[in-house]
Nanobody
Framework: QVQLVESGGGSVQAGGSLRLSCAAS????????MSWYRQAPGKQRELVAT???????NYQDSVKGRFTISRDNTKNTVYLQMDSLKPEDTGVYYC???????????????WGQGTQVTVSA
């Protein structure tokens, strides 16, 4: 079994910063893309940022210049540095990754349980 565990969420005031972490564990052979999604109350889940194995990243327009996604392949961990936070950034942030297990040939998508981020005006 593979698990993704997020951490680093919390409550901050507008303009503040948070750093989210997501660690993948289990019988992992290879990790492909790692991404961060978020979901505000009553809204659909949306992609925030994604990063490839080589480090190429992509961001939702609304977070460009404020958020930075990175990963440490030696730790099977992806990070999301969030600066200049705005109230509209509030939501549950989910880690996502496509992983190939050591004992299974297929690629599978995994989701973390989510971590709450609340930004007050």
């Amino acid at each position: 079994q593979v698990q993704l565990v997020e951490s680093g969420g919390g409550s901050v005031q507008a303009g503040g910063s948070l750093r989210l972490s997501c660690a993948a564990s289990g019988s992992i052979f290879t990790i492909s893309v790692m991404s961060w999604y978020r979901q505000a109350p009553g809204k659909q889940r949306e992609l925030v940022a994604t990063i490839t194995v080589s480090g190429a990243s992509n961001y939702q327009d609304s977070v460009k210049g404020r958020f930075t996604i990175s990963r440490d392949n030696t730790k099977n961990t992806v990070y999301l540095q969030m600066d200049s936070l705005k109230p509209e950034d509030t939501g549950v942030y989910y880690c996502y990754s496509v992983i190939k297990r050591r004992t299974w040939s297929d690629w599978q998508a995994y989701w973390g349980q989510g971590t709450q981020v609340t930004v007050s005006a």
